[in-house]
Each structure stands twice: as structure tokens, then as C-alpha cells.
Nanobody, 119 residues
Framework: QVQVVESGGGLVQAGGSLRLSCAAS????????MSWYRQAPGKQRELVAS???????NYADSVKGRFTIARDNPKNTVYLQMNSLKPEDTAVYYC?????????????WGRGTQVTVSS
């Protein structure tokens, strides 16, 4: 039905930058919210940033001022620009799309992309 694929992770030194991308495809009628979550080893998955309707944004306190979420609605794509990265940002980053498909509304998850920040 709907597939979500992340890309752009990697290894970066502290203070560096990375840009993550997430594309949703398939039988999409509409997408409401697209979000980025992350999960570090031994920790619960947490919301990093979200964007609704292409306008309203929400950020975790720990990334405010450093990360920026942006959407390309015609392409069903969301980006996460991560600047001033810290070792504590190391995690698997997951994309979530709250989408309407031919079978109704649902949340769709990607498989994640690893971000590792070295000190």
C-alpha cells in the first residue's frame, strides 16, 4: 500500500551536519503529518520533529535550534537537516507518515537509517 524509505544517515564528527530524507510512495491519497523519530540503544523511541500540513512544526527540546524539518508535499518527501550534531544524537532515525491510502488512514514507518556522531 504505502512504503516509507529513509536515506542520508552515516558517520559524522561532533559539530558536523547531516541531512536525512524520507520518501513515501504507493497508493497515497493524502498525507497529514510526517515525522522523524529516533531510537538509541537501550532507549525508547522518541519524537525528534514533525510537520503537519506542510506548515506546523514540532521539535524535541533537545534538537531545537539545531535540527530543521521540511516537506516537499508534491513529492511526499520530508527532510531533516541536522546541524551541530552531538554524540547524544547517535541513534537509528525513523520516518513516519500519517497517510490516507485506498484502505483508510494509517501510520507507516520506514526501516530506519543509522546516524552515528563521534566525539
Amino acid at each position: 500500500q504505502v512504503q516509507v524509505v529513509e536515506s542520508g544517515g552515516g558517520l559524522v564528527q561532533a559539530g558536523g551536519s547531516l541531512r536525512l530524507s524520507c520518501a513515501a510512495s504507493g497508493r497515497i491519497v493524502s498525507i497529514n503529518e510526517m515525522s522523524w523519530y529516533r531510537q538509541a540503544p537501550g532507549k525508547q523511541r522518541e519524537l525528534v520533529a514533525s510537520m503537519s500540513g506542510g506548515i506546523r512544526t514540532n521539535y524535541a527540546d533537545s534538537v531545537k535550534g539545531r535540527f530543521t524539518i521540511a516537506r516537499d508535499n508534491p513529492k511526499n518527501t520530508v527532510y531533516l537537516q541536522m546541524n551541530s550534531l552531538k554524540p547524544e544524537d547517535t541513534a537509528v532515525y525513523y520516518c513516519n507518515a500519517n497517510a490516507l491510502s485506498t484502505t483508510g488512514w494509517a501510520n507507516y514507518w520506514g526501516r530506519g537509517t543509522q546516524v552515528t556522531v563521534s566525539s
